[in-house]
């Protein structure tokens, strides 16, 4: 594969990050792989994209893929505000956040919150291992009833579905995978990069340390096990000119912000990823079971994100010249003479 | 006993003959909510209009409507505009408070109360106008529910005739007030023309308070501080702004919305050259900021002491990640939610090292609403110079009462946006390091996203100077000095000191923000009443600039003046002075809530200078008790 370029000339290696120091088998590490392999298929220019995290070991991954765009690792619990303020900054920025379900679920329950009420176009990535990595292992918010930890310590509170409370709020693109299932994230995270609007993925990421074994609900073999894919999903993004055959009734076809193309394959039944209420339900349904549904789980691609709505110049603000941010001497005339 | 007090009596003795003229203070004590605001700006701009210096203080309650409030206006021949503790002329329209009022009240002053409140039982020694306010305001305001609003407006009728004011100017002041909606201007000069009319036929004039039309207010304006700071935070090109409401601050992004709304806007788009975003908390608020700044934007926020509590982590962040923000702190008392509708200047310790671990902070700290318009833009220019939290120290003293001032004057400098990679600084620094000191002030060059410029990763974890993640001792230390080394740049570049230097005087005064008004004013009473003469020091900023030490050296006492318990300031200063400088420092402290006045000042500076001080007190502390709520 080497020499490879995409769309706009790079090889994959230019959207490779510094050498990881999580553990061997994390997996945060997949799932920076499958960031660089969107962002290079996508063909994204990375000094377009800026990389945001609190505090985990998942958000440290920034570090580890697309080096050549700028990263802010933020401090624990409080990434969505700091990327709100660089998109107010530049809304032509292309912004892409990892946190942890701790960092998330726990000290940054109330930014999430907010971040999914403003539709802020990011893609917010929670790296859900059912625990706190890097403070060794503790329950996190997302722990599921029953799970036990090594220590054998049983959680007996029930776990804050983020993809159900992201869609509750108002998140416009929902959608819920796992490292360990390398073509339905691709194709996640590509069809997240043509979405307008935020993006909410869960990502249940095994923690190899202390959340693997036997008794816990996020280890590789019980998420293996309990995968309930919603539907087959395949992407055709825009500058591909790639048509999709299928039996009518069988795919759902959805046309992104950008003129990509989203193909969501029925299983079993027929699930609509545009029905609010249906998503909540199948949400719901699953976990009694013990499962996860995967997938892309609610998408709505058309409603106006949080810039839009602040009806900003079409430039970043950052970068105005200051005769467009300092108003003329009239101005500040007319507001002494109403002082007087 | 001190001349000062026998003046004080002589003057104070009922039905004396001479007259005061534009040398006195009214106070209007009403409830909140019932728009007496209109009333008193109308009274306090009238009195302006007249050419007179004046000032306006509100003293209100943390509630929305039905408890006590109190507003009091001080005319100045001589252009005091700070608090005057008492009061010459009362307006009692409030029942809940009015017999204890006109008990405070020293001999001589005069009363225009409420008809059936029966207030002139209450002394024999104070001059009485009773107003039937209820009988007047009928024929005037035929609409019963707007009654209660344009009533207080009657006062200002009675005043204008009891005081002199001409009922033109208070008209003109009147129809500044409301703009262009022309019904309620003709509803309210309806009851001002009442209350004239009613004072000319049933008052004779008793007491011997006037206004006469001086020249020394031409061209002057009326604002509160934080519309100020507003109006130079706007001229700054300030493009992120994120708050969350917070009393006293929350003017100061209210009327920044305001402003912008109406001058940012491209006239060809329709479109902002801005963004204002009302967080959920003030955590959010600093985040969005620190992200926008790192972004490239001038971004600020505004908050009060509880905001400032939750700013701690984040301010930390940017100070060690070396992102830029602009943070007002419209101080108010502490702690925990303290009293949130009263003054103080008791967030400077916890800000000049707000958050964990060795950090420090740039303080600027104005003293008039001339000042929040300078300071706001000065704050945008060092944040970004210096790539670190800038906190603009306010008070609500400052922040949200109406102070005279000369008109701002338009700014002619350029801003100043740091330190700035680009493709010519890239090409001769060679290999850029984020984080690497190349011109030995500690300043090192940026990027920010989108500026095609290289990339680096931003982080609050250990890093060297290439911004890569680093746990080694050295890299630790090399980066951590070099942040000092940036503070002490900053001494030269923050806003000087004022200084006045008196020849012989022994003593120097020192303080800072609004207390200003009162050292100036207490000064002239040290001198005038005790052949006192003392230097003064007007500190504008933290770090302390060199100039501190010399005038310290330059006196035998220095009194370090300032509003809240601890002597934080003085605290501060003992950290980099030496034991000698530090033997010098003297304290006089005021932290009841109520802005600092000249004669708190002037009798603890001759007190601790070992005169004999007769203690004569009119607060209105007790009172303070009465207007609780949350
Ligand atoms: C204010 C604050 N409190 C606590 C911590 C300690 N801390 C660091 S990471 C972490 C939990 C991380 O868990 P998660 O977000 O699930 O990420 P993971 O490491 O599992 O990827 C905690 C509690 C901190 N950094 N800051
Ligand atoms: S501790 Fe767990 S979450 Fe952290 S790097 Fe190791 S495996 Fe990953």
């Known amino acids: 594969m080497a020499g490879k370029t995409n769309r706009i000339g790079l090889e994959a290696v230019s959207y490779r990050g510094s050498k990881t120091t999580l553990c061997a088998g994390c997996g945060h590490n997949a799932i920076s792989e499958r960031i660089v392999d969107a962002f290079f298929e996508m063909g994204i220019e990375p000094s377009r994209v800026v990389k945001l995290s609190g505090i985990g070991c998942s958000s440290k991954s920034p570090a580890y893929f697309l ?108 959608a819920r995978s796992f490292s360990g299932d390398k073509k339905q ?9 043509a979405h307008r609007g935020t993006v909410m993925l869960d990502v249940i990421s095994p923690c190899v340390t ?111 010249p200051l005769e467009r941010v300092r108003p003329g001497r009239e101005a500040l005339e007319e507001i002494m003479e109403s002082l007087r | 006993m001190l001349p000062t007090d026998l003046t004080v009596q002589e003057n104070r003795a009922h039905g004396r003959a001479e007259r005061v003229v534009n040398d006195f203070s009214i106070q209007v004590a009403t409830v909140n909510g019932s728009g007496s605001q209109t009333a008193n700006m109308v009274l306090l701009r009238s009195i302006l209009l007249m050419g007179v210096p004046v000032s306006g203080k509100n003293m209100f309650p943390s509630n929305i409507a039905g408890l006590p409030t109190w507003y009091t206006i001080r005319a100045s021949t001589r252009g005091y505009i700070g608090r005057k503790k008492e009061v010459d002329f009362l307006v009692a329209m409030n029942p809940e408070t009015a017999k204890e009022d006109v008990l405070t009240l020293d001999p001589g002053a005069a009363v225009v109360y409420d008809e059936p409140l029966k207030l002139n039982a209450l002394r024999t020694d104070l001059v009485f106008y009773p107003v039937p306010f209820d009988k007047l305001v009928g024929p005037v305001c035929p609409d019963a529910k707007l009654r209660r609003l344009v009533r207080n407006m009657i006062y200002d009728g009675v005043l204008a005739k009891l005081l002199g004011i001409d009922m033109a100017l208070m008209e003109k002041a009147l129809s500044r007030q409301f703009g262009k909606k022309g019904k309620a201007v003709a509803l309210n000069q309806g009851a001002l023309k009442a209350g004239w009319d009613y004072a000319e036929a049933k008052l004779a004039k008793q007491d011997p308070f006037a206004i006469e039309p001086m020249n020394e207010t031409a061209g002057k304006i009326l604002i509160e501080g934080n519309a100020a700071a507003a109006i130079g935070c706007m001229m700054a090109g300030v493009t992120v702004v994120a708050w969350y409401p917070i009393t006293p601050s929350s003017s100061l992004c209210e009327s920044l919305i305001g402003y912008m709304k109406k001058y940012r806007v491209d006239k060809a788009t329709g479109k902002a050259t801005f963004a204002i975003v009302q967080a959920e908390d003030e955590i959010a608020s600093l985040g969005m ?84 318009y300078t300071m706001a833009q000065e704050a945008f220019d060092l944040a970004e110079q210096f790539q670190t939290p800038v906190f603009v120290m306010l008070d609500l003293d400052l922040g949200m009462n109406n102070w005279m001032s000369s008109a701002f004057t338009y700014p002619t400098t350029p801003i100043n946006r740091g330190k700035r990679l680009n493709a010519e600084t890239l090409k001769t620094l060679g290999e850029w390091g984020r984080y690497k000191d190349v011109d030995g002030d500690g300043i090192p060059y940026r990027s920010v996203p989108g500026d095609g410029m290289p990339a680096y990763f931003t982080r609050g974890s250990g890093h060297n100077a290439k911004a890569q993640y680093s746990e080694r001792p050295n890299d630790y230390v090399e980066n951590v000095d070099r942040l000092a080394r940036k503070f002490e740049t900053a001494r030269a570049f923050v806003p000087k000191p004022a200084i006045d230097l008196r020849a012989g005087a022994d003593i120097g005064l020192l303080g800072f923000g609004t207390s200003h008004w009162a050292i100036t004013e207490s000064r002239d009473q040290l001198r005038e009443e005790t052949d006192v003469s003392t230097s003064y020091y007007r500190l504008r900023a933290y770090p302390f600039t060199d100039d501190l030490a010399t005038f310290i050296d330059a006196h035998d006492r220095i009194y370090v003046i300032e509003q809240n318990r601890d002597a934080q300031l003085l605290q501060l200063m003992r950290l980099d002075l030496s034991p000698d400088r530090q033997k010098k420092l003297r304290s006089v402290l005021h932290y009841d809530g109520l802005p600092l006045d000249a004669r708190t000042v002037t009798d603890s500076v001759l007190a601790q200078e070992g005169f004999e001080v007769a203690k004569k007190d009119t607060e209105r502390v007790s009172r303070s008790g009465m207007t609780g709520g949350e």
């Open chain 1, 67 to 174: 080096g050549s765009a700028h990263g802010f690792n933020a401090v624990h619990g409080r990434m969505p505000s700091v990327g709100t303020g660089a998109l107010l900054a530049n809304g032509t920025l292309i912004a892409i956040g990892i946190s942890g379900d701790g960092d998330t679920g726990a000290i940054g329950i109330g930014q999430f919150v907010h971040l999914m009420r403003r539709n802020l176009p990011i893609i917010y990535i929670i790296e859900d291992n059912g625990c706190y990595g890097l403070t060794k292992g503790q329950f996190s918010p997302t722990a599921d009833l029953g799970s036990r930890l090594k220590t054998g310590v049983v959680n007996d509170l029930p776990p804050i579905d983020t993809c159900a409370l992201a869609i509750e709020l108002g998140a416009t693109f929902v």
């Open chain 1, 185 to 193: 994230l691709l194709a996640i995270l590509k069809a997240a990069l």
């Open chain 1, 210 to 320: 202390f959340n693997d074994h036997e008794g816990s609900t996020k280890s590789y073999a019980y998420v293996k096990d309990h995968d309930d894919p919603l539907e087959e999903v395949s992407f055709v993004p825009f500058f591909e000119d790639i048509s999709v055959d299928y039996a009518p009734g069988t795919t759902q076809e959805v046309t992104m912000h950008d003129g990509s193309k989203l193909y969501l394959k029925k299983l079993e039944d027929g699930y609509d990823p545009t029905d609010k209420i249906a998503a909540l339900k199948r949400l719901h349904e699953t976990q009694r079971r013990g499962e996860f549904a995967t997938g892309i789980v609610y998408i709505e691609p058309d409603r106006d994100d949080f810039l839009e709505q602040l009806n900003t110049v079409d430039e970043p603000l950052a970068f105005l």
């Open chain 2, 289 to 372: 900021v620190i992200g926008a700044s790192w972004a490239g934007a001038r971004a600020m926020t505004a908050t009060s002491g509880p905001g400032i509590s939750l700013m701690s982590e984040f301010s930390g962040l940017a100070y060690y990640a070396e992102t830029p923000a602009v943070i007002f702190d419209v101080q108010r008392v502490g702690p925990s939610t303290g009293l949130p509708t009263r003054t103080a200047q008791g967030d400077l310790l916890t800000i000049a090292f707000l958050s964990h671990g060795d950090t420090k902070h740039i303080m600027i700290m104005p003293s008039s609403v001339e000042e929040c």
